[in-house]
């Protein structure tokens, strides 16, 4: 679990004292890190009762050519560059602005798979 409510220290590095004790709404989830295999996902409660769908697993992506305006469902084959982490390449992760190829060709990750449950990307030049 990850506390998610604002810290103790200052900036300065002087102590904050808080106000209220740590609530249950500030408790947050650890990351989907979400890979390329077979369709795997989760349906997750938030606060407030409303759910959402977290891709954990994902084989295709919607891909959009820009030029056309066409989307098309493509098969992902592996993760070719990912600027957030350099890690994330060898270890397949899907992230938002990852590049990845496609049967298609390569296209970057506009959505967000942990929190959207879906992968949307838009074909590169």
Do not use: C
């Not at 759910?51 to 098969?75: E, I, Q």
């Not at 990912?82 to 270890?91: E, F, G, L």
């Not at 496609?102 to 959207?116: C, K, L, V, Y």
Request: glycine share 8%.
């Amino acid at each position: 679990m990850q506390w998610q409510a604002e810290s103790v220290r200052k900036v300065t590095g002087g102590r904050r004292r808080p106000a209220q004790n740590k609530r249950r709404a500030e408790i947050g989830r650890a990351p989907a890190d979400t890979h390329i295999g077979e369709n795997r996902t989760r349906i997750i409660r938030t606060y407030g009762g409303n759910n959402f769908v977290v891709a954990l697993r994902a084989n295709y992506a919607n891909v959009t050519d820009p030029k056309s305006g066409d989307t098309k469902k493509a098969k992902i084959a592996n993760v070719e560059k990912n600027t957030a982490n350099p890690n994330y390449v060898r270890r397949n992760l899907l992230t938002k602005g990852a590049v990845i190829k496609t049967e298609i060709g390569s296209a970057r990750i506009t959505s967000r798979p942990g929190q959207d449950g879906v992968i949307n990307a838009v074909l590169l030049e």
